[in-house]
């Protein structure tokens, strides 16, 4: 690496301008990762917790299937006697806007995603502090993102139109949403009258329905005859985040943005290291006419490129962990590791890439230059 700690050393400038522009990629592409994962996180992180393989919707419903789908009793009674189905049960899915009416934060508006579910069943929550869920009682379990509003265990939230009113009876100390709203669970009931809107008794018909059936289903499981025989449809629940309002938009738009910021590092690199290649043909052809085979030149060159790009991107990486680390709580927000060592990775593999083809010019120098070749 002779030629290429030279020109290290004697053009730190050069090489200084070149590595903050990487670096401040890289503090992009941290944030942007960390962006991405805490959007992901407010709109499926409630979701992702599910205890459950599979949610069959109605096959009716293709895109908002928590929003469009319905389902019947008949079909998650038949797909718990199914073969290869361990568990099948009805989860209800509504959002809900609602007042404190009793509390500290008395009059405040609270936004509530409203997962219904027996109470007795392994979806239901575990509280952290106070009881978890009772049947047809009207108490609701609110998680750490409802919490952070100012709402306590005891509180007394009034629904907008039906009037219902939810007492708070327990808290579950994660923070976990949908749709960028807070989960709250409740019993089957009290999501029956939150999602008609109604007060009182509720007719028959209210009770057999339900918006999808949570599936807990055996390796291999056949699944098509039962899919067939109730006009259902089993998603994998990673699938069914795409049902989650706004989650897919998010996602394609952050990785089009994430797309456009790989492709402009490959490029800035490439032009960069075209330019200086091209100002060190003088010394190439130098070097070439001592004997210093082509081979040994492109890998001085390209060792030169993985140097700057490798201390760069750690430099930009710590600063925008140093960042993204402020923003936690402040905006969604959430550092994960894969997504970061991916997107640093990703910028040193592109930006290599885009100088591969900048040095490749080096194959072409003539040794003859050195001699004079051109005069």
């Known amino acids: ?10 053009a730190r400038g050069r090489f200084a301008l070149m590595g903050a522009v990487v670096a401040l990629i890289a503090v992009l592409g941290v944030l ?6 805490g959007l992901a996180d407010a709109g499926i992180s409630g979701l992702r917790g599910l205890p459950v393989t599979h949610l069959a919707f109605d096959e009716k419903a293709t895109s908002e299937q928590f929003s469009r789908s319905t389902v019947e009793r008949e079909d998650w009674q038949a797909w718990s006697e199914a073969s290869g189905v361990e568990r099948a049960e009805p989860f209800r899915n509504t959002l809900v806007n609602a007042q404190v009416t009793q509390g500290t934060k008395k009059g405040e508006q609270v936004n509530l995603a409203v997962f219904g579910m027996a109470p007795n069943s392994p979806l239901a929550p575990r509280p952290t502090q106070g009881a978890g869920l009772a049947e047809g009682g009207a108490g609701i379990v609110i998680t750490g993102e409802i919490a952070d509003l100012g709402v306590k265990v005891g509180d007394v939230l009034t629904a ?13 100390d994660e923070t976990v949403s949908y749709g960028h709203i807070g989960i709250a669970y409740a019993d089957l009931d009290t999501w029956r009258h939150l999602h008609y809107g109604l007060p009182g008794d509720l007719p028959e018909a209210a009770s057999r329905k339900a918006t999808a059936v949570a599936l807990t289903l055996k390796a291999g499981a056949d699944v098509a005859a039962v899919e067939k025989a ?4 089993a998603d994998t629940k990673e699938s069914a985040f795409d049902a989650s309002p706004g989650y897919t938009a998010e996602s394609s738009t952050m990785a089009l943005i994430k797309g456009f910021l790989y492709a402009i590092s490959a490029l800035v690199v490439g032009a960069f290291f075209t330019v200086w290649t091209v100002q060190r043909k003088a010394e190439i052809a130098l070097m070439k006419a001592l004997g210093a085979p082509t081979g040994y ?8 490129v993985v140097a700057v790009l490798v201390a760069a991107t750690a430099l930009g990486t710590a600063v925008g962990l140093a960042l993204g680390s402020a923003m936690i709580g402040k905006a969604p927000f959430s550092l ?8 640093s990775g990703l910028l040193i593999v592109l930006g290599t890439v ?22």
């Open 1 to 10: 690496m002779f030629l290429a700690l030279r020109d290290l050393r004697f």
């Open 297 to 304: 030149i492109l890998r001085d060159a390209l060792a030169q």
């Open 336 to 343: 994960s590791a894969p997504a970061i060592a991916t997107s």
């Open 354 to 375: 885009g100088a591969v083809v900048a040095v490749r010019r080096i194959t072409a120098v003539d040794p003859l230059t050195a001699l004079g070749a051109t005069r």
């Open 160 to 172: 907008d139109k039906s009037e219902v009113r939810l007492k708070v009876v327990g808290l579950v």
């Open 230 to 233: 109730t006009g259902t449809r």
């Open 32 to 37: 942007l990762s960390g962006l991405a994962s």
